[in-house]
């Protein structure tokens, strides 16, 4: 029965990089990068929680914001991901992963 999940295994990740051209990199969930420079609001639905407002007025509900930036007035500048396909209980605003974050003067 083993064999068998591996030989099925094998074949969806054969699959997969057939479909990414074969170049041998498959795609990942998150592709576009960008720069976003806003202000860190916290939010009460759902229990509260931490997003970022751009200074275009963009929406974003980071994953992974570090608690030292987990302050409400805060002005950032961010680099991240955006996570496709990735929903949350708290459906505000575009979901991203952040690379890098600074604080703001």
Not at 31 to 55: A, H, K, N, P, W
Not at 56 to 61: K, P, S
Request: net charge negative; aromatic share 8%; with cysteine.
């Amino acid at each position: 029965m083993k064999s068998w999940m591996v030989i099925v295994c094998l074949m969806m990740i054969a699959a997969a990089y057939e479909n990414a051209g074969g170049a041998g990199v498959m795609e990942t969930p998150f592709q576009d990068t960008l720069e976003i420079t806003g202000t860190v609001r916290f939010l009460s639905e759902e229990g509260g929680f931490y997003g970022i407002v751009g200074d275009d007025g963009q929406r974003y509900d980071p994953l992974n914001l570090a608690s030292s930036f987990a302050v409400e007035g805060l002005r950032v500048k961010v680099r991240a991901h955006i996570e496709k396909g990735v929903v949350t209980i708290r459906m505000w605003g575009k979901v991203i992963r952040i690379l890098t974050i600074d604080k703001l003067e």
